[in-house]
């Protein structure tokens, strides 16, 4: 079975734990046919707290844009370290472009990437789904204004993969235990995945629901072969590691999941670019 893992973190992400030589080579033993870092790059916060105005509360991080430089500077030095060992991959994972669009804009045009995530980790005005206490909201309206925002990304659709399409469930269902219908938001869904097959983009199995609370993948089988029924094409495979022990956890079962879709290929990007291979 050829395997890819294309979502990790490193220490230039504010919540990683292990350094860029650390996770290349244990993805040098673990012989993947791809490997991609993809470190945080959250748009909304891509200056000082000073610039915002914000008070510190404790859990988020500001000056991405720095982050963002010393990842790129940090993956394509080890690009050339590495060459010949390991098809790593310089990646991004890039939270809530649809908050600002310009800076977005000017990040995926950088020349360096291989690689872009799209994520949606927080709404506008809100915490990140990891931070918010659900007893103060309406969880169904939650879900709800993160499926728009969802297509309100692939509408913009100016990365390669969605990430992580389900994230709520991993606080909501997972951590606070609080179920949730996804019928209603069946619709919207939909929509996104048209405009991502519409054009050429794709979808990720984050497998890091497997080794948490959760215990699903992100997302799990039924949306994939939504996905693949509609026409999708492009599927990634990524633990969303942020130290060395993790990376590559729930990859094997992630390609089974895209293979019980009915996908044959996975599918990972360099120079931003579709390679395909086959499970």
């Known amino acids: 079975m050829n395997l890819i893992d294309c979502h990790t973190h490193t220490t230039n992400s504010p919540d990683g734990s ?26 909304n916060r891509w200056f000082s707290i000073d610039y915002y105005g914000d008070t510190p509360n404790g859990y988020d991080t500001y000056d991405f844009g720095a982050d963002f430089e010393k990842s790129m500077s940090a993956n394509t030095a080890a690009k050339q370290k590495y060459d010949g060992k390991l098809n790593l991959l310089c990646g991004i994972e890039l939270g809530q472009a649809t908050h600002d669009f310009g800076i977005a804009d000017a990040v995926v045009r950088d020349k360096r990437l291989d690689f872009v995530i799209g994520s949606m ?38 990365f390669d993969v969605l990430g992580h399409l389900t994230y709520t469930l991993r606080y909501i269902e997972g951590n606070n235990e609080i ?15 048209k405009l991502l097959i519409e054009n050429g983009k794709g979808i990720e199995i984050n497998t890091s629901g497997l080794r948490q609370k959760y215990g699903k993948a992100f997302p799990d089988l039924y949306w994939v072969k939504i996905f693949r029924e509609m026409g999708g094409e492009v599927i990634s495979l990524g633990s969303d590691a942020h130290c ?21 290929y996975i599918c990972y990007f360099k120079n931003r670019k579709q390679n395909f291979i086959k499970i």
């Open 121 to 158: 980790h927080q709404l506008p005005d809100n915490d990140d789904f990891a931070f918010i206490d659900y007893s103060k909201y309406s969880v169904p309206e939650l879900v709800d204004k993160y499926y728009q925002e969802v297509y309100k990304l692939c509408k913009w659709g100016k």
């Open 179 to 193: 179920k949730v219908d996804m019928s209603p938001y069946e619709e919207i869904i939909r929509e996104s995945f």
């Open 244 to 264: 060395a022990e993790d990376l590559g956890k729930g990859i094997e079962e992630g390609a089974k999941i895209a293979l019980e879709a009915g996908f044959d």
């Open 18 to 43: 292990s350094s860029v030589d650390e996770m290349i080579n244990t993805a040098i033993e673990k012989n993947f046919a791809a490997y991609a870092i993809t470190d945080h790059c959250e748009v």
